[in-house]
């Protein structure tokens, strides 16, 4: 079973930098390293939306058309940690942050990541 913890969020200023945290950990014995991770956004109101995915051993990224070039996933496999880095928050960025991890497969669609993290809010004020 694995088990996934956000960090990171908060209240943060339009304009600000934020680094998202997620930490994984499984009683199975399983490696974070074979996991392909994800985040994904739900803002008040609307659907889970998909944001960004790293490949198991990070040489590989997808990002959301929405999001591209503004934010960077990445992983340390030595942590157990996957992160979501952006440089300049807006109040668009308002949402509930999941992480996600799937053993098998890549992709975009939530129904594609069997463990998810609790979520971790971040609201960007004005």
């Known amino acids: 079973q694995v088990h996934l913890v956000e960090s990171g969020g908060g209240l943060v200023q339009a304009g600000d930098s934020l680094r998202l945290s997620c930490a994984f950990s499984a009683f199975s014995g399983r490696s974070f390293k074979n996991y392909e991770m994800a985040w994904f956004r739900q803002a008040p109101g609307k659907d889970c939306d998909f944001v960004a995915a790293i490949r198991y051993n990070g040489v590989s990224t997808d990002y959301a058309d929405s999001v591209q070039g503004r934010i960077t996933i990445s992983r340390d496999n030595t942590k157990n940690t996957l992160y979501r880095q952006k440089d300049s928050m807006t109040p668009e960025d308002t949402a509930v942050y999941c992480c996600?991890?799937?053993?098998?497969?890549?992709?975009?669609?939530?129904?594609?990541?069997?463990?998810w993290g609790q979520g971790t809010q971040v609201n960007v004020s004005s």
């Open positions: 996600a991890a799937n053993l098998m497969t890549k992709g975009r669609s939530p129904g594609q990541y069997d463990s």
